[in-house]
């Protein structure tokens, strides 16, 4: 990362080197989050690949090690980033938003509850009611953009005749129940055919998001009802704050702890219905077991495709899949 500074460009001016070198340290945080929570221990590359031979050979870091890489890159990137609002690049609060989902999983609830109130401050991040689709309002913190040249390939996975994310039908109960889905039942339609259509993507120039303001308040909900000193109160006013702009009937402000983290649960199960959430929330949580009944924590984590190790014998496949 460190030669940006051997660009010498009178054009490209400091500001903008800062905001670059921000945006890849935000994706490459970004990926190896996504790395250590779907392999586990994976590698660490921290400098340019020149020969292939760079790329062979290097230990696996643990899935804490990542996550610490991780954090390491999204206090890097805060420091560089422009305190803007854009949906669609990196800026300060997308940083910090992101600090705040990995926070959850090291379980620093305090760090991540201080972060979404850093970010939710920003009047250009707020819920809207009614609810409708996030793409460039308030309700998105970062989301990717398509055109007819870079289309968004999840619309296919339930629009054509590729079925592979097609909603199920549980989820689409749930979602057109209106003590549940409320006005999210725009999420999962039915089409002639009798077919269920994910409404996320209605076309394929649709956004596609990685951060939403609702999960700001639903990991807020989280962080405080499991930080060392719980707020209760302010959990159950971050979960009503979603389900009253979807036109849900609030939760009652008498919920114990356990009874919140599971209204948190199901609240992410509808809110995040068509997107990536639900198997690492129940992994992360520990309620794999309970919900999913996998007892085998040796399968929390995918294994290291056959194709990687080919490419590198020395990585090491990750237990209960086969040669290590």
């Known amino acids: 990362m460190k030669r940006y ?8 001016s400091n500001d903008l080197k800062n905001q670059l070198l921000g945006e890849a340290y935000t994706i490459r945080a970004l990926s190896y989050f996504d790395l250590a929570r779907v392999f586990g221990n994976v590698q660490i590359f921290l400098k340019p690949t020149i020969i292939v031979a760079d790329k062979l050979g290097v230990k696996q870091s643990t899935q804490a090690e990542v996550f610490n890489q991780v954090l390491d890159d999204l206090n890097k990137a805060e420091t560089l980033l422009p305190s803007t609002v854009v949906r669609n690049r990196a800026t300060k609060f997308t940083a910090i938003a992101l600090r705040a989902r990995l926070y959850l999983y ?10 979404i109130n850093t970010v939710l401050a920003n009047p250009g991040y707020k819920l809207i009611k009614p609810f ?6 308030s309700e998105s913190v970062l989301e990717l953009s398509y055109s007819v040249n870079d289309v968004n390939a999840a619309y296919s996975q339930w629009n054509t005749s590729n079925r592979a994310l097609e909603p199920k039908a549980v989820i689409h109960n749930l979602l057109n129940d209106p003590a549940v889905g409320g006005d999210r039942k725009i999420l999962s339609v039915k089409n002639t055919a009798g077919q269920f259509i994910g409404g996320i993507y209605p076309t394929n120039t649709s956004a ?14 989280e962080a405080r009802a499991l930080k060392a000193i719980p707020d209760l109160n302010g959990a159950i006013a971050d979960i009503n704050a979603v389900r009253n702009r979807a036109n849900v009937p609030e939760l009652s402000t008498t919920l114990n702890k356990d009874e919140v983290l599971l209204a948190i649960e199901n609240e992410r199960r509808v809110e995040f219905a068509l997107e990536p959430f639900r198997w690492f929330d129940l992994v992360r949580t520990g309620r794999a ?15 290291i495709p056959a194709g990687e190790i080919i490419a590198d014998p020395s990585l090491v496949q990750n237990p209960g899949y086969g040669r290590n």
């Open 5 to 12: 500074s051997l660009v010498t460009d009178n054009k490209l």
């Open 106 to 115: 090291q379980k620093k609830y305090a760090e991540a509850e201080g972060d």
């Open 132 to 137: 409708n689709l996030a793409a460039g309002t």
């Open 289 to 303: 077991p309970a919900v999913l009944n996998l007892n085998d924590p040796n399968k929390y984590i995918f294994p």
């Open 208 to 221: 596609g998001y990685i951060i939403r303001t609702a999960e700001l308040f639903l990991n807020r909900a």
